[in-house]
């Protein structure tokens, strides 16, 4: 196929799903490491709308290294204050100059991070409970060249390689959409609940157990009796969105370090100032927290690159992250409900060779009733990976859209 290294197999293996013990987790966009992750990559696409509004391209950079330093709050029942203000230090390298043309890198990534701090979480004050700084340097000589493309095709960074996998199973469904919709619920009816919401899910057989640690906003709640009340409420929200996906037996626990023996001493609940623990003791950085499918899947074969921040040009790192994770979903819905189980996908790639051929794409399909893929359905699926990798270039748009998710 065009020369591109496309292999498929049936694996002899079980399925994630039936293996009998599943652990999952993912981390809020309140996280101290998924802020780190948006600002990031809030800085990247920035700097790609400003490159392609300037000169019609994106130029080279890299943004992943943001950190995030936490501050102290003093929490109080109505309503507490930040004492200290959380540090954002951000990272990379950049292009500051092109034909002659100076390039205010280091204003752009400013203003994309307060942006993104200031939707994520509301309750902060950017002006007073923020210290940010950027320090940007120019990337070397080599990664710059091969950031150039042969016939419009950029070439890789990196010897390095992503993978990908669909659908989601049962409890990956629940860990992700727990999260997602707490934080709806924040914004449509429930304020006192912050972005800070980390789920963690273990499947053993056919129960499910959900651990919840959100972060509650302190000016929305008048006394202990009142967060218990809130903490109940919580718990039963949790119940209600995982009970839309799955039959199986739940059980939920939500801030469950809480201590809620001493009315006097709130230090011993999830109470904030702000909605996060970065206000108060919780360090964060790129690239710890969710893989590029949203979640960490310890059951599955992982990428330990942060795909946040860096660039969607050549960046291995992220795109074939991206790529893998869009082209195994794309498959399995091409495909009837009843066909296949569950798809994975590996791609490598050696520096400098152009992006779209990968040194191997490893697909690797289970099918749901154990019978292996037929020659006409291998043919079809590499010939759907083919077809992908020809237009990878797609993947770069996307991202800076903001239409593929990076956390």
């Given at each position: 196929?065009?020369?591109?290294?496309?292999?498929?197999?049936?694996?002899?293996?079980?399925s994630?799903?039936?293996?009998?013990?599943?652990?999952?987790?993912?981390?809020?966009?309140?996280?101290?490491?998924?802020?780190?992750?948006?600002?990031?990559?809030?800085?990247?696409?920035?700097?790609?709308?400003?490159?392609?509004?300037?000169?019609?391209?994106?130029?080279?950079?890299?943004?992943?290294?943001?950190?995030?330093?936490?501050g102290?709050?003093?929490?109080?029942?109505?309503?507490?204050?930040?004492?200290?203000?959380?540090?954002?230090?951000?990272?990379?390298?950049?292009?500051?100059?092109?034909n002659?043309?100076?390039?205010?890198?280091?204003?752009?990534?400013?203003?994309?991070?307060?942006?993104?701090?200031?939707?994520?979480?509301?309750?902060?004050?950017?002006?007073?409970?923020?210290?940010?700084?950027?320090?940007?340097?120019?990337?070397?000589?080599?990664?710059?060249?091969?950031?150039?493309?042969?016939?419009?095709?950029?070439?890789?960074?990196?010897?390095?390689?992503?993978?990908?996998?669909?659908?989601?199973?049962?409890?990956?469904?629940?860990?992700?959409?727990?999260?997602?919709?707490?934080?709806?619920?924040?914004?449509?009816?429930?304020?006192?609940?912050?972005?800070?919401?980390?789920?963690?899910?273990?499947?053993?057989?056919?129960?499910?157990?959900?651990?919840?640690?959100?972060?509650?906003?302190?000016?929305?709640?008048?006394?202990?009796?009142?967060?218990?009340?809130?903490?109940?409420?919580?718990?039963?929200?949790?119940?209600?969105?995982?009970?839309?996906?799955?039959?199986?037996?739940?059980?939920?626990?939500?801030?469950?370090?809480?201590?809620?023996?001493?009315?006097?001493?709130?230090?011993?609940?999830?109470?904030?100032?702000?909605?996060?623990?970065?206000?108060?003791?919780?360090?964060?950085?790129?690239?710890?927290?969710?893989?590029?499918?949203g979640?960490?899947?310890?059951?599955?074969?992982?990428?330990?690159?942060?795909?946040?921040?860096?660039?969607?040009?050549?960046?291995?790192?992220?795109?074939?992250?991206?790529?893998?994770?869009?082209?195994?979903?794309?498959?399995?819905?091409?495909?009837?409900?009843?066909?296949?189980?569950?798809?994975?996908i590996?791609?490598?790639?050696?520096?400098?060779?152009?992006i779209?051929?990968?040194?191997?794409?490893?697909i690797?399909?289970?099918?749901?009733?154990?019978?292996?893929?037929?020659q006409?359905?291998?043919?079809?699926?590499?010939?759907?990976?083919?077809?992908?990798?020809?237009?990878?270039?797609?993947?770069?748009?996307?991202?800076?859209?903001?239409?593929?998710?990076?956390?």
């Amino acid at each position: 196929m065009a020369g591109r290294n496309i292999q498929i197999r049936s694996p002899n293996r079980l399925s994630v799903a039936e293996e009998s013990i599943e652990i999952v987790e993912r981390k809020g966009i309140g996280h101290p490491d998924s802020l780190c992750d948006g600002i990031a990559e809030s800085v990247s696409r920035h700097l790609c709308q400003n490159y392609i509004d300037q000169f019609g391209q994106i130029l080279h950079h890299n943004t992943d290294e943001a950190q995030l330093i936490a501050g102290h709050s003093i929490k109080k029942f109505g309503g507490g204050k930040i004492t200290k203000p959380i540090e954002i230090i951000i990272v990379g390298r950049a292009t500051t100059t092109y034909n002659g043309i100076s390039i205010p890198v280091i204003e752009i990534a400013e203003k994309a991070a307060a942006d993104y701090l200031t939707k994520t979480v509301p309750n902060l004050d950017i002006k007073n409970g923020v210290k940010l700084s950027v320090k940007f340097g120019e990337g070397s000589g080599a990664l710059q060249n091969v950031f150039k493309s042969i016939q419009n095709t950029p070439l890789a960074n990196d010897t390095s390689f992503g993978v990908g996998h669909a659908p989601y199973t049962e409890i990956e469904n629940i860990v992700l959409q727990t999260e997602l919709q707490l934080n709806e619920l924040s914004i449509k009816k429930q304020p006192f609940i912050g972005p800070d919401i980390k789920v963690m899910g273990l499947r053993e057989n056919e129960k499910i157990q959900l651990t919840v640690a959100t972060a509650i906003v302190d000016k929305y709640v008048t006394n202990m009796g009142h967060y218990v009340e809130l903490i109940a409420q919580i718990t039963e929200d949790v119940h209600q969105i995982a009970q839309k996906y799955t039959d199986k037996e739940i059980s939920v626990f939500v801030n469950s370090a809480d201590t809620h023996a001493s009315t006097s001493n709130i230090d011993n609940i999830y109470l904030t100032v702000t909605g996060t623990s970065a206000e108060h003791g919780d360090d964060g950085s790129v690239g710890r927290g969710n893989r590029s499918n949203g979640l960490i899947t310890p059951n599955r074969p992982m990428s330990m690159e942060a795909t946040s921040g860096k660039n969607p040009v050549n960046h291995i790192g992220k795109i074939y992250n991206l790529f893998s994770n869009d082209t195994a979903n794309y498959i399995f819905n091409s495909f009837p409900e009843n066909r296949i189980k569950d798809i994975s996908i590996r791609l490598l790639s050696q520096i400098s060779a152009p992006i779209d051929h990968p040194h191997v794409a490893d697909i690797q399909v289970l099918t749901v009733d154990g019978i292996p893929l037929s020659q006409e359905e291998e043919s079809k699926i590499l010939e759907m990976v083919d077809l992908k990798l020809e237009n990878i270039g797609a993947i770069t748009k996307r991202v800076v859209s903001g239409e593929l998710k990076t956390f």
